[in-house]
């Protein structure tokens, strides 16, 4: 390949339908070619990682952006299915100019979400960012992380490293960080992502997975009809521009409210001020297992499931929130994997996160990290497959 360098309560229980789809053999179409991965982008080597377990799941990285680009799963009739979105080449991953940014699989960084006008604050010194959203600054700004290049390492069959050295003064942003994130992938289905990060100075960090999840096993299905269940009785208002106002507000009463498993589509276009301004859904919930400045990564924080592969998503987190996006700019001009078109609200994003711009809200859980400390973020995305949906709506359920 050239070189491109320069360049998801109470108890619900929802009757499962039944679909058919490609097997995981060798000459499955769910089989990505590694050889259009492998390539060089400024200077460093890009390639593609692949994790496998005894139960025939699959999990492909590629160090470009620390970029989940497959995750293969059985639904509950053992069909593999391929359940989040991507392309089949890094070029189009890398080429933004020709294909457009992307954060498909991403692993965020040095901030994910919004910091209001790019502006942050360190030891009374006022910080310009880049600003690449609405006036904003989002994802690290439009270098974030997910457009650098990890140094990657296949540990061995079930672990995978991604290290990345940003330098003092990358977007701006103060300190060299050295962050590491290590995905593993377990006998149970499960893809255990550990965040760990230093820096010399006084920053900000806050990273997260940007896998854009349709557990569906089609792409072209919109995953209005998947069943979200999240454990959170608060969420974080934003404005027009997608910022967060500083408030929280009671889900109970508003479309927001997810305490008990419903269709992502039943509210998803309500009259709701907040639906208008997020498109759908594109903001923060404030998590029940967060609390006194910690979080319980053994408690449910959602749950995702799909009525038609009966497969089912877990995810757990020692963060305070989690940003819910449901794939409402996508557009139709994004081709992925298999050929398959990427419309409005094909796939839903769960990111595990600090509240968006905590930077310049004091009173949330703080994303500052100083040469002292040690960043650690973790979050599980658990998978399994059944026939019908059963979740507790307790903030206590502990995973097994």
Known sequence: MKNL???????GIVAAMITSCQSSKVESPLQLDAAKYDTV???????????????GMEVSITNFGGRI?????????????????GYDNIEQYVDTAKFGGSDFGAAIGRYANRINKGQITIDGKMIQLPTNNYGHCLHGGPQGWQYQVYDGKKENDSTITMTIVSPDGD??????????????????????????????????????????????????QSIENCMLYINAE?????????????????????????????????????????????????????????????????????????????????VYTNEPGIQVYTGNFLDGTAKGKYGKTYN?????????????????????????????????SHCVFKFSAEQ?????????????
């Not at 019908?388 to 097994?400: H, M, P, Q, R």
């Open 388 to 400: 019908e949906l059963k979740v507790d709506n307790s903030d206590t359920i502990v995973a097994e």
């Open 41 to 55: 982008v400024n200077e460093k080597p890009v390639k593609l990682f692949t994790m496998k377990n005894d139960n």
């Open 5 to 11: 360098s320069k360049v998801v309560l109470g108890m």
């Open 234 to 314: 608060y969420m974080t208002p934003v404005d027009s521009t997608f910022m967060t106002t500083g408030e929280t507000k009671k889900v109970e009463g508003t479309p927001f409210d997810f305490r008990t498993a419903k269709e992502i589509g039943q509210d998803i276009n309500a009259d709701d001020e907040q639906i208008k301004f997020g498109m759908g859904y594109d903001h923060n919930w404030c998590l029940n297992s967060y609390a006194n400045g910690s979080g319980d990564d053994r408690v449910i924080a959602a749950t995702l499931w799909s009525p038609v592969t009966g497969i089912r998503l877990d």
């Open 171 to 220: 977007a701006n942003f103060p300190g060299e960080v050295t962050a590491k994130v290590t995905y593993t992938l377990t006998a149970d289905n499960a893809i255990d992502i550990q965040y760990e990060a230093k820096t010399t100075a006084a920053t900000y960090i806050n990273m997260t997975n940007h896998s854009y999840f349709n557990l569906n096993g089609d792409a072209n």
């Open 69 to 85: 680009v497959q995750i293969i799963v059985p639904d509950k009739d053992g069909n593999m299915q391929d359940v989040v979105l």
């Open 344 to 376: 409005k609200r094909a796939a839903i994003c769960l990111e595990t996160q600090k509240y968006p711009d905590t930077p310049n809200k004091g009173a949330w859980p703080t994303a500052l990290l100083t040469p002292d400390q040690t960043y650690f």
